[in-house]
């Protein structure tokens, strides 16, 4: 027992200083990390140093055996803070660097960090639990033959687990890398299919003409959440998806600021960042406060399914008016896209990346005249007055049915959503009929109405407006047709 306990005193000694060494140095590291974990800034500079002489010091404690109990009792109540700021900041969503062990290893706080801290409490407490009476102080009292290989053994698994975590931070990054690039090549050959593994096309966003969805975000200049939805529903505006620890974010913010001000009263430059408030005014001080919001943890950009930073997407009068650009060329060419436009108008932009629509916005709606499964006569100038919504569908896709469920939820609970909505489906209508949806829905076999309307496969569905012109690219899939009736969030599936 007394040999366990003097090798789990070496055990955590090895972990506290390999941790203060790392620390030394890079003490702008480890004061950094001190602010990024909440610590003001005032002392973020001061804990920032003092912490590996802390570590240091209970280290030295437990190897040399003065004052064990209390050393460990140390040890316990310092990794007890450093799991329960490392679980805040996840909770919240941040990822900043834990920089736990400073120059020799660190990773972004995530669970296997939460974790490895919980794991060094629980040797800490059996530490403590078998200290009983020990015959000698320290480790080196057991004499060379003994107290090398303990001391060995004890270095060895912390020097391993360091090399596994950075192995494994190191292949993860290399894998991202990978996909984007091959993602990026994709889209550069001009290839729509380049989505990998979750990334997606850099393009694939809200569809052109969906209305912007409600969304609340921190103000950093009012420190204070905002329904940041509402402003932006009225007038033309770019929101900038960035955050505090992405370079090319950095590295594009004098044209960021350079555009603003060349769009200034034209177009109304919002930047949407993460984390923590001072980083981000440190980072985008320059920019400007008063447009500078935080998410939480991406739940505005992934609305508007922007996965990346930096990516941008206009919105123009209530509506998203572009696809979402991604990264600074693209986000360059958006802006010199409105050069010379009569922002008056409010005219809503065409995608400009992954052909989505047969016809531009703004064409008038080819004229047709049909009937319903029920028997009722349909035609285009219906749409005159109010405008509405014109669904592709088919019998044989479980798409079409989260759409088609979606829109009887919609019209059984009265609520928001076009004044007019129109199924056109290719097949066995018995499904829509089933769903009570028969009054509005037509055969069209082969969709060669729906090719003459704008029918992009199925599920696909474009926006008429009140004056019978298009107004909005085509939409495919369940998740961009109900973004354009309106439905985000937990809705989507």
């Not at 350079?258 to 984390?275: A, M, P």
Request: glycine share 12%.
């Amino acid at each position: 027992m007394e040999i366990l306990n003097i090798y789990l005193n070496l055990l955590l000694a090895s972990v506290l200083l390999i941790a203060a060494v790392g620390k030394f140095l890079d003490l702008p590291g480890s004061r950094k990390a001190a602010a990024e974990f909440g610590t003001p800034a005032a002392f973020a500079g001061l804990v920032g140093s003092f912490l590996p002489v802390i570590e240091a010091a209970i280290g030295l404690l437990l190897i040399l055996g003065f004052y064990s109990a209390t050393a460990l009792l140390c040890a316990i109540g310092l990794f007890a803070i450093f799991t329960i700021l490392m679980t805040v900041q996840k909770i919240r969503g941040n990822a900043p660097d834990c920089h736990c062990f400073g120059a020799v290893g660190s990773e972004p706080v995530g669970i296997s960090s939460i974790l490895r801290n919980a794991g060094f409490i629980g040797i800490a407490l059996v530490a403590l639990l078998t200290m009983g009476e020990r015959g000698v102080d320290s480790v080196f009292d057991l004499g060379p033959e003994i107290s090398l290989p303990l001391i060995g053994s004890a270095v060895l698994p912390v020097l391993l687990l360091l090399s596994i975590s950075k192995l494994m931070s190191l292949s993860g990054k290399i894998s991202q890398l990978t996909l984007k690039l091959e993602s990026l090549e994709g889209v550069l050959d001009g290839e729509a299919s380049s989505e990998r593994a979750g990334i997606g096309h850099p393009e694939d966003g809200v569809p052109v003409g969906a209305p912007i969805p409600q969304f609340s975000a921190f103000s950093v200049l009012h420190r204070d959440r905002v329904e940041l939805s509402s402003e932006l529903r009225s007038g033309n505006h770019v929101i900038v998806f960035v955050g505090p620890d992405c370079g090319p974010c950095g590295s594009m913010l004098p044209d960021l600021i350079s555009l603003k001000d060349e769009f200034n009263g034209r177009l109304n430059v919002v930047l949407v960042s993460e984390g923590d408030v001072e980083r981000n005014i440190e980072k985008f001080r320059d920019f400007g406060l008063e447009n500078l919001f935080l998410q939480d943890s991406k739940e505005v950009s992934s609305l508007f399914l922007a996965r990346w930073t930096p990516m941008a997407v206009l919105v123009s009068g209530g509506r998203v008016a572009s696809a979402v650009a991604a990264g600074e060329l693209s986000i360059r060419r958006l802006f010199e896209f409105q050069a010379g436009r009569d922002f008056a108008t409010q005219v809503l932009l065409t995608g400009a990346g992954i052909p989505r629509s047969r016809y531009k916005v703004g064409e008038s709606v080819p004229d047709f005249h049909t009937f319903s499964v029920d028997g009722e006569g349909i035609k285009a100038s219906d749409f005159m007055g109010e405008g509405g919504l014109v669904v592709f569908t088919n019998d044989s896709c479980p798409h079409c049915d989260i759409v088609a469920d979606a829109v009887a939820s919609i019209r059984g609970s009265n609520g928001s959503g076009p004044s007019r909505i129109l199924f056109m489906n290719s097949g066995d209508p018995s499904k829509l009929v089933d769903k009570g949806l028969g009054d509005i829905t037509v055969v069209d076999e082969d969709h060669m109405l729906g090719r003459r309307i704008g029918a992009f496969g199925a599920p696909s569905a474009v926006l008429i407006d009140a004056e019978g012109k298009i107004a909005s690219e085509t939409a495919v899939g369940s998740v961009a047709i109900k973004a354009l009736f309106g439905i985000y969030g937990s809705g989507l599936r």
